[in-house]
């Protein structure tokens, strides 16, 4: 099956073309400044049209194009169900209109992290697993669930997908979900910088010199010996291995599978969670297995084919 795939970011959209397994080709979109989803969908639509004109196929070539989005989705109708300060106008567009009108394709939009778990179960480091979860370190946390070969979604549409919203402090940092205190709002990309400068020490530490802390440069000065960088660092990768224990007791997976931008420094975080969940995850049938992503920021590409060919109630949608 060839089918059109677009990963909507924050800064920026992945569009790309696809066939079963395989990304045939991919671009992405600047989208800095652009707050309004209609803007995002035509300039997605733009490139892809330019995508198969340069290898000159047509739209009908295509089965159907998948959408990942980063906020809650409810795939089964085509819709954002709620936004968290990212295309804040998404709720009232109807994607699979869209996808008709604008492409001339069936389209299926799910969140942007339950599309990755499909692309990394489908072609990538889940590929041989039925009952999995992905975390995604980077920016903010994603935390999702697949069990039984299918994705959790739930009543809602919001179960398994927000493991980066589990409790981890209960008196700790406010969240930008409302919640207080989640994996997070604790160790998150975009929770780091206030983390770091409100830690003890911090006038003295090398990262006070920075204008902007991030997790290469907290790792960074760590490794050279920087006390606030390695309290913070440990913390950190304390608080992903108490996310990862409190997933896989909600969820009873065989592997979970960490990806994201942090993952820069596996070589520190894998063993780290690992150790930790043998240690604290109660798993009387054996020990899951923590494996690193293995399609980058490409996995939500490869998670369109089975989006689109998953039956909804008792229909494939691309039948
Ligand atoms: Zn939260």
Known sequence: MKALAVDIGGT??????????????????????????????????????????QRSLSFHDFQGIAVGFPGLVDSRIGRVVSTNKKYDDAPEVDFTVWGRDALGLPLRIENDARLALLGESYGGAARSFSDVVMMTLGTGIGGV??????????????????????????????????????????????ALPGIVQEFPGFAESSLS????????????????????????????LNIWAVD???????????????GGGVMESANIILPYVESYVHKYAWTPWGKVQIRPAELANNAALVGAVPLLSETIGHTALTS
Not at 37 to 52: D, M, N, P
Not at 175 to 190: R, Y
Not at 246 to 252: E, R
Request: proline residues 2%.
């Open 12 to 53: 920026h959209a992945n569009c790309g073309l696809v066939e079963n397994d395989r990304v045939l080709v991919h671009e992405s979109v600047d989208l800095a400044g652009t707050t309004n989803i209609r803007t995002v969908l035509s300039r997605v639509a733009e490139v892809l049209r330019r995508l198969v004109n």
């Open 145 to 190: 669930a697949m069990i039984e070969g299918r994705l959790l979604r739930g009543k809602h549409a919001q179960a398994g997908c927000l493991g980066g919203h589990f409790p981890a402090v209960f008196n700790g940092r406010p969240c930008t979900c409302g919640a207080i205190g989640c994996a997070e709002a604790e160790a998150s990309g975009w």
């Open 209 to 236: 010199k920075l204008s902007h802390v991030d997790f290469r440069q907290l790792f960074e000065a760590a490794v050279n010996g920087d006390k606030v960088a390695q309290a913070v660092r440990d913390r950190c």
């Open 244 to 258: 990862a224990v409190g997933l896989i007791h909600a969820y009873d997976p065989e592997v979970i599978v960490i």
